[in-house]
Structures are given as structure tokens and as C-alpha cells.
């Protein structure tokens, strides 16, 4: 298993269980620590379980960056948002609006979009006079990044 980290502090953990995950199913002791990685630093962290017979093999993903230079434009009844693409392999990209501070981001597309753009069609529904826009890449495992800063956009009234 091969994973590169950025410069700093981690912790890691490591902790067997049967299928249940209680904590009575635990197949032995855990492994913790705490490794500081220096730039330009290549370190080898190679862990035996206690039993000393299982062969374990994983990987780590880290999360994607957050998309940047995100721009919304309100044209109409639509809003066109762009972004700089990542330079990683990703799926594509999930696009979230919030119409209220006081909800959470809902993500409008069910799918990822390949490209770095998206049109928002607001249709006949009534909207807010300001609508929050963030952008998050996808892996390719399908694990969502970092949100982009958000974006605000202020509708006209009618």
C-alpha cells in the first residue's frame, strides 16, 4: 500500500473486528500512531496484527481539492456557474445551492458532470433574492471532495 500525504501531523489507527464491529468481536489490540511527515520525506509503515495471521491489504483516498475560481452568472431564469477543472482524475463534479443560511447545500444534479460547467434552471419556482453556489469533484470511487468557496448570486425580483 502506497498513500502520499502532504507535510504535518497524523494519527493513525488501525483495529480489527469480526463482521458485527462490537466492540467484544475485536480480533486483537489496536495499532495507533502518530507519524509527522516532513517535506520531501518518504517513510514505510508496515503493520503486523498481533495474531500475526492475517495478510492485510487496503488502500487510502484522500479527499480531492475544492474546485476554485468558481463564477455563477444569473441569466434569466437560468444560472450559468463555471470552474476550473482539476487536474486529478476524477468522475466529474457535484453542484450544491442553498436558497436558505439556516439549511444545508442540496445538491442539484444526481449524477456528476464531466465538464467544469453547469446551468442551474430555475424554471417557474419561486426563488430567494440570493442563492448560494459550491462545487465538489467526485473520484473516481465515487468519494465527494472539498466544497469550492461558495459562490452568491442575487436574483432580480419580478
Known amino acids: 500500500l502506497e498513500i502520499e500525504l502532504a507535510p504535518g501531523s497524523y494519527e493513525f489507527t488501525v483495529e480489527l473486528y469480526t463482521e458485527s ?3 467484544g468481536d475485536r480480533i486483537g489490540p489496536g495499532f495507533w500512531k502518530i507519524i509527522d511527515v516532513q517535506p520531501d520525506e518518504e517513510l514505510e509503515i508496515t ?7 492475517l495478510n492485510i491489504t487496503g488502500w487510502i483516498e484522500l479527499l480531492l481539492p475544492a474546485p476554485t475560481e468558481l ?10 456557474l463555471s470552474w476550473l477543472a482539476l487536474p486529478q482524475q476524477n468522475q466529474g463534479y457535484f453542484i450544491l445551492a442553498q436558497t436558505d443560511p439556516l439549511n444545508r447545500f442540496q445538491v442539484l444534479n444526481t449524477r456528476p458532470v464531466a465538464e467544469p460547467n453547469f ?37 432580480e425580483s419580478d
Open 21 to 23: 464491529f462490537r466492540i
Open 47 to 53: 503493520f503486523y496484527p498481533a495474531t500475526e495471521t
Open 71 to 80: 463564477h455563477a452568472e444569473p441569466l434569466g431564469s437560468e444560472v450559468h
Open 119 to 155: 446551468t442551474h434552471n430555475l424554471g417557474e419556482e419561486k426563488f430567494p433574492m440570493e442563492i448560494r453556489y459550491t462545487v465538489a469533484a467526485v473520484s473516481e470511487n465515487g468519494l465527494v471532495g472539498y466544497y469550492a468557496a461558495t459562490k452568491t448570486v442575487f436574483l
